[in-house]
């Protein structure tokens, strides 16, 4: 091994190391799925270019998250996007899986985790009673295929789901409540949020 691949690797290392310890911190413990969001991370901001997501690339970044696990913990942690600065999506499609986008240049990759994955962990330390404690450890050193699928994709993202001031507010027809960000649905010429518009998580309690 080279000196400069020496040299790479142990900061390869040290970054991973670094990037989790930090993301265990926000999330509260130590679970396999801090360690594949911080690889799930790195290999997605690695695919789209992004070498420094909570600096001078800060606004060049949006992700899409299909999961609301501890994984998705671990790329907030990471690439420093949240629901709050509207840099990280939801969509609950229950899969292990996120797409990391370049702004600047519209390149944008899924990464998908591989179900073949957990039992491949469990292969790497066949001594480990424990199969979360076997994927903790293994999900630390197995390679980015055996981990991972990435997939070339196209997002658009829509003006109104861009960081920024809300675009407009618009007055619920039926509740009178405010909707920003054209979130709204018209039904019949009338402007309706979702929950009047169609069902929404609650009800009202009477
Ligand atoms: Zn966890
Ligand atoms: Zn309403």
Do not use: W
């Not at 926000?26 to 270019?49: A, D, F, K, N, T």
């Not at 840099?87 to 996120?98: L, R």
Request: charged share 30%; net charge neutral.
């Amino acid at each position: 091994m080279s000196r400069l691949c020496g040299d790479y690797m142990l900061n390869t290392v040290f970054e991973f190391e670094t990037l989790l310890t930090e993301s265990v911190k926000i999330h509260g413990h130590l679970c396999p799925g801090q360690v594949l969001g911080v690889r799930m991370s790195l290999l997605g901001l690695r695919e789209i270019g992004i070498d420094d997501p909570k600096g001078k690339d800060r606004k060049n970044l949006i992700v899409y998250v299909e999961m609301d696990r501890c994984a998705t913990d671990a790329v907030q942690s990471v690439t420093g996007c949240s629901l709050g600065h509207r840099t990280m999506k939801f969509m609950d499609y229950g899969k292990m899986a996120a797409t990391f986008v370049n702004i600047a240049t519209g390149k944008a990759m899924r990464v998908i985790a591989r179900e073949e994955s957990r039992t491949t962990a469990k292969n790497y330390f066949p001594e480990i009673e424990n199969k979360y404690a076997a994927q903790l450890e293994a999900y630390k050193i197995m390679t980015d295929e055996e981990l991972f699928d990435v997939m070339e994709v196209r997002v658009r993202i829509r003006p109104e789901d861009m960081p920024g001031r809300p675009s407009r507010r618009v007055v619920c027809d039926a509740c009178g409540e405010h909707v920003q960000d054209s979130r709204e649905l018209y039904r019949n010429g009338r402007a309706l949020c979702r929950p009047c518009a169609d069902t929404g998580y609650y009800e009202p309690f009477f």
